[in-house]
Each structure stands twice: as C-alpha cells, then as structure tokens.
C-alpha cells in the first residue's frame, strides 16, 4: 500500500520537518501532491503549537491574546481544511484505480485524522526530547520526560502501524470512510451570529 500512503514516510517527514522548521522557516518542498498535502497539515500544526505556547504566556496582555486567538482560529481552518483534501484525495486515487469501497464497513476514522494525529505525535515527540536535554532541570524532571517520550513514540509508532493496516483494509475494498467536514461555524461570518448580527 506504500505507492498509495506510506505511514513510515509521513513519519520521517514529519519529523524532518519539526527539527528543520525549529531551525529555520517552513518550507513545503514535496512533490508528490499526497505528501504536500500532509506537510501543509503539518506546517499549521507546528505553527498552532507556538502560537498556544504563547497564549499560555502569563504575561501577555489581552491585545495579545486576542491576537493569538485570531491567529489560533485561521491556523485550525487550514489545518483541518488540509486534512479533508488529504481525505479527497486518498478516495480520488483509490477510484482512480477502480478500488470501490462501497458497502464496505464504515471507519470512524479517516486518514487525513490519522495524519493529523501523527504530526502532533511528532511535535510532542520533538517538546518532551528538548525536555530531556535541559541543562536547568532537576535530573528528576529529565528522567521522568524520559518515560514520557519513550510512551510517546510508542504511540507514535502504534498508530503508525494501524495507518498502515488501514491503508491496506481500503485498497482491500475491506474498510470505507467518508470525508467528514468540520462546518466551523465560528469562522463563517454567514454562521457566526457574533459576526452577522454586526452587519449593517
């Protein structure tokens, strides 16, 4: 199922990407359309990780809240919107290959959630690893992140592998899902009645 969705590339991807996006700005550089649309996923991942660092701020000032809000808000629009083009498009490939799933059982999960759970795996894996690492923690704090990562990369690495069976369930013709769309109704100002009730 790999020319399809490889859940051992995304993994190196995304880890990849969180140790060079600390380093320096993002860049998308993939080429294979699946993958670009699972590193824009993962771009607005590691851009909301930030900005709630900061909402967390205790000395930040309501202007800057608010600021972070906003920006918190459009960041979780592209992120789920890049989620359901990953959903599109992995039921876009398997038509395309004449691969129905149609009658098959229903997963509750998607692909796209399942990428999307990954990257946040991989930048939690990237935080608690700094953790360990701290010259200024107690060797308590950094022992203890220590089991806190091994867990997370053993989660990582189990839902990696459930990716993989699932992936190999649909091409089976074994499993279905559906695109499931977010409807965030804050965001649209024709939903958001703090928005429409403010038009003239």
Known sequence: MADLIDPEQIVKLQTADVERWHAGPIVLDQ????????EQNHARNFELWHEEDRARDPEADDRVIATVKRAIDKLNQARNDAMEKIDELVLARLDGRGQTTEGSP?????????VDRLSILSLKCYHMREQTLRKDASDEHRESCRDKLRVLETQRADLAGALGRFAGELE??????RVYRQMKMYNDPSLNPVLYD???
């Open 106 to 114: 229903l997963h509750s999960e998607t692909v796209g959630s399942i």
């Open 31 to 38: 080429r294979d359309e699946l993958m670009l649309l699972v």
């Open 198 to 200: 403010k038009k003239p």
């Open 172 to 177: 089976r013709g074994e499993k279905a899902f």
